[in-house]
C-alpha cells in the first residue's frame, strides 16, 4: 500500500475539497477497490432522491440512509437534496438542505449502517464534512454533524436530540455541536448515551460560523496515539483531542458501531433555520 504523506501545517484550508491534514495518510483509493480491507461512506448529494413524508423515520432512502424531520410534511421544509439554488457564492454541484421549520421541530438525518469502531483494537479513521447554517442567532438550532449510534434506535422528534441543547440517552455521538444559543460557535463534543454533552479540554468555540457560508469540519482517530487519539479539526486544522484512555472509559461510542450522522433541533423560542451538508465522508481501515 502507497500512502502520500502530507506535512501538517496549521494554516487554514478553506477551499471546497478534502483537508490534507485529515487525509495525507488515508488509503481512499485501496479502500474503495478493495486492495486495502477497510469500510466507508461517502456522499456529495448529486445523485440522491428523497421521497415522502418525513414525520415518521424513512428507512433505506437512497439505498443506504434513514431520516426523520418532524417538518417534513411540507416537502419545502423536509430534507431535500441536489438543490438548484445554493447558500452563498459556491461551486456547482449537490448538496443536502434540512429545515427545522419552527420552534420545537426536530430533524435528524444519517447512513443506517455503522461500519465504524473506535474500540483500542480498531484500524484507523478518518472523516470530514462541509456543512453551513442560515442564521446563527440567539434561539436558534442545535446541530450535530458527526459519528452516531444510527442503528440503535429511530429517529424522532427527540432523538437524537432535544431542546435546550441536550442529547438523547438512547444513542450515543462523537463529532461537532452548534448550541441553540451558541451564535454559530463550534464545539468538540461527545455523548455516551446522555443527555449532557462533554466537551474536551480546550474543545469549546474551536471555529466560529458565519451565515450562509460553509465551513469544514473533520476528525481522525488513531487508537496507536494514545494521548490524541482521537482528533476535531476545523478547516483542517487540529482544534482538540482526547486520549485513548478516555476513550475507552466510555460505554458505548468506543465498541459500538458508528455511521455518519446530520441532527438539529429548533429552539422551542426559536424561528425556522436550514442546514445545508455539501458532502461528507468517513474511512477506516480494518485491524
Not at 478553506?14 to 490534507?20: D, F, G, R, V
Not at 436530540?161 to 463550534?186: K, W
Not at 479540554?201 to 465551513?215: D, E, H, L, V, Y
Not at 458532502?279 to 480494518?286: L, S
Request: with cysteine; aromatic share 10%; charged share 10%.
Amino acid at each position: 500500500m502507497n500512502v502520500t504523506q502530507y506535512v501538517s501545517n496549521s494554516t487554514p484550508d478553506t477551499a471546497n475539497q478534502l483537508s490534507m491534514n485529515i487525509w495525507g495518510d488515508c488509503p481512499q483509493t485501496e479502500i474503495r477497490n478493495g486492495i486495502t480491507r477497510g469500510w466507508y461512506q461517502a456522499d456529495d448529494f448529486t445523485e440522491l432522491s428523497i421521497t415522502g413524508t418525513q414525520t415518521a423515520e424513512l428507512l433505506g432512502v437512497g439505498g443506504k440512509y434513514k431520516l426523520f424531520n418532524a417538518s417534513g410534511a411540507t416537502a419545502t421544509a423536509a430534507w431535500q437534496a441536489n438543490q438548484n439554488a445554493i447558500p452563498t457564492t459556491d461551486s456547482p454541484g449537490g448538496y443536502l438542505r434540512g429545515q427545522c421549520n419552527t420552534n420545537g421541530h426536530a430533524a435528524a438525518f444519517g447512513y443506517h449502517g455503522t461500519p465504524f469502531i473506535l474500540s483500542p483494537t480498531a484500524g484507523k479513521l478518518w472523516g470530514e464534512a462541509r456543512i453551513a447554517m442560515t442564521g446563527i442567532a440567539t434561539d436558534n438550532t442545535q446541530v450535530f454533524v458527526g459519528l452516531a449510534e444510527n442503528g440503535v434506535a429511530a429517529y424522532s422528534a427527540t432523538v437524537p436530540l432535544g431542546d435546550a441543547d441536550v442529547a438523547n440517552t438512547s444513542m450515543g455521538m462523537i463529532g461537532f455541536n452548534v448550541l441553540e444559543d451558541g451564535l454559530g460557535r463550534l464545539n468538540a463534543a461527545y455523548q455516551d448515551r446522555a443527555t449532557a454533552w462533554v466537551n474536551p479540554t480546550a474543545g469549546t468555540n474551536i471555529g466560529q460560523m458565519a451565515a450562509n457560508t460553509f465551513i469544514k469540519v473533520g476528525w481522525k482517530y488513531d487508537p496507536a496515539n494514545s494521548l490524541e487519539a482521537f482528533q476535531w479539526f476545523v478547516n483542517g486544522v487540529k482544534r482538540a483531542a482526547i486520549s485513548g484512555t478516555t476513550l475507552a472509559s466510555l460505554t458505548n461510542i468506543d465498541v459500538r458501531g458508528l455511521g455518519l450522522c446530520l441532527a438539529m433541533y429548533a429552539d422551542a423560542s426559536g424561528t425556522a433555520n436550514f442546514v445545508y451538508l455539501d458532502w461528507w465522508q468517513c474511512f477506516q481501515v480494518a485491524p
